[in-house]
């Protein structure tokens, strides 16, 4: 793989391609003039393949930064003119799209206020509001409530109000489908979260979609459950009112809001207990996931040495380590040199380790820079493991013996 | 004190049961003595809501909830006096 060129202070730079280097500067740009010097540099001595910079920018969900990168430098010339316009259209219409579905949460949330139910926006809007500053800059789809269980039936009474039926959107029609008594109370009894609430748009660009979470996070399968589950009460305590460009929200507090990232990008990256999703998606890879706990400790800061007292009380050491030790190799210069160390040894915990659909527990062969910039080899090599992994099942190898639900090693050295 | 189960409830829980059993009593497991998993426990629910024309909100759809055929019942009974 060719360098970036990026100042090497961290050993993942060295064998990242040039398009993902770019990737990383793009994102580290508005905050980093180093960085915005070296993205200039590579952009204006045309050191990168404009398709494939494209086709990363829309498969890591960061388009709105590669596209106001290059014309906050005022390079758009040096990307393809499909490129550029493509990236111009998709930043427009998320802008817009952000705003409508951000002010549709402030009414949730205001009107969830008025019944005396509690709930803290978490993930995309959150992230947008809050951390990225409203600016449109960041790409989600669902509205994210954490909510008490108990509050349950009152939002789902709040949601209905305001005109959202638990269904699927038809795409061909642009009406709601309505979910299945069964479907719903399937879903509640036997997730963290509600059936999705949708609520239908002129178009289908304008449909609204809301998760209603009652657990903070996915659980792992059998040995792993819970282990990294907090309660939705701690995190509502540590929830705040914030007063974004579309209205007052109520958001976690920025080390909560650490924890709460960290732990979601740790469920998806390691346990793979949804396993068709991960499939189709490969989203437990999305430098997004990354990119958000980067700009949370830029555009909002964090009290590291809080954040690592909050994580070993809150047995959250494990999800955190995991994330910030890839923030830092993505981003260097980020996470204190002696936060390792406050955060103890559960902090390395998951370091290049993952646990694939059958519960068996694998260290990576792939270094981690391959793995999020090269989708199809990380593939191959779950796929891989998971053939080695069933063919000992048949064989009773004593390599991944026990069940799923007791959790098993299948690392190789 | 142990609550008397009304036989139409008790009937409704025995039909749905994997394993069928005329042993099932206030005190019986849905899952250990009758069988259920989570498929069988929302068929009974929605049977239930349907017999007795309620709608269980969604902080009452715990698996906690329909540990016995008593707290099942306890649940239904405070639905049905609402």
Redesign the interface.
């Known amino acids: 793989m060719r360098s970036a060129g990026h100042p090497e202070t961290d050993n993942c730079w060295l064998r990242i391609d040039a398009e993902g280097g770019l990737l990383l500067l793009c994102i580290q740009s508005q905050f980093d003039a180093d960085a915005a010097r070296a993205c200039a540099a590579i952009i204006a001595e045309r050191r990168f393949d404009s398709r494939r910079l494209f086709s990363l920018a829309i498969e890591h969900r960061v388009a709105p930064h590669v596209y106001r990168t290059f014309t906050r430098l005022g390079l758009g010339r040096f990307l393809d003119s499909h490129s550029f316009r493509a990236l111009e259209l998709i930043d427009t219409a998320n802008a817009r799209r952000n705003m409508r579905v951000l002010a549709c949460a402030t009414e949730i949330l205001a009107a969830l206020k008025n019944a005396d139910g509690k709930a803290v926006l978490v993930k995309g809007p959150a992230l947008e509001a809050y951390v990225y500053g409203g600016l449109g800059s960041r790409i989600f789809k669902d509205i994210d409530f954490l909510t008490p ?5 009152l ?2 009474t709040v949601l209905r109000g305001l005109g959202f039926d638990q269904g699927r959107l038809d795409e061909a029609t642009g009406t709601v489908i309505p979910a299945s ?2 479907e719903i ?2 879903q ?3 997730t963290h979260e ?1 059936f999705e609430y949708v609520k239908a748009g002129e178009t289908l660009e304008h449909a609204l979609f809301v998760d209603v979470n009652f657990e903070a996070l996915w659980k792992g399968a059998g040995t792993y459950a819970s282990q990294h589950a907090i309660d939705t009460d701690v995190f509502l305590d540590n929830s705040f009112e914030f007063v974004s460009p579309a209205g007052t929200i109520t958001v976690l507090k920025p080390e909560f809001q650490a924890i709460h990232l960290a732990a979601h990008l740790l469920s998806e990256a390691i346990f793979f207990q949804f396993s068709g999703r991960w499939a189709r998606d490969l989203n437990d890879m999305s430098l997004l996931r990354f990119a958000d706990i980067y700009v949370l400790t830029k555009r909002i800061g964090l009290d590291w040495r809080l954040l690592a007292s909050l994580s070993n009380e809150h047995h959250a050491s494990a999800a955190v380590g995991y994330a910030v030790h890839y923030v830092e190799s993505l981003f260097p210069g980020t996470v204190p040199p002696d936060f390792r160390e406050w955060l103890g040894p559960d902090g390395a915990r998951w370091i290049e380790r993952y646990v694939d659909h059958a519960g068996v527990e694998h260290r990576w062969r792939l270094p981690f820079e391959e793995r999020i910039f090269a989708h199809l080899a990380r593939a191959a090599e779950v796929a891989g493991n998971a053939e080695v992994a069933g063919n000992a099942e048949v064989a009773g190898s004593p390599e991944v013996a026990g069940s799923p639900a007791e959790g098993r090693t299948g690392e190789r050295a | 004190m142990p609550q008397e189960i009304e036989a139409d409830f008790l009937g409704l829980i025995v039909e749905h049961a994997p394993e069928h059993s005329s042993q099932a009593s206030a005190s019986s497991s849905l899952k250990n003595d009758l069988g259920y998993d989570s498929q069988s426990i929302v068929s009974l629910i929605v049977a239930l809501e349907a017999r007795y024309g309620i709608t269980l909100e969604g902080q009452d759809l715990n698996l906690c909830n329909f540990d016995t055929v008593a707290s099942c019942f306890h649940l239904i009974e405070r639905y049905k006096n609402a």
Do not use: P, Q, S, T
């Open positions: 269980r108990k509050d349950a039936g939002i789902d008594r069964e109370v399937h509640m009894l036997n509600a």
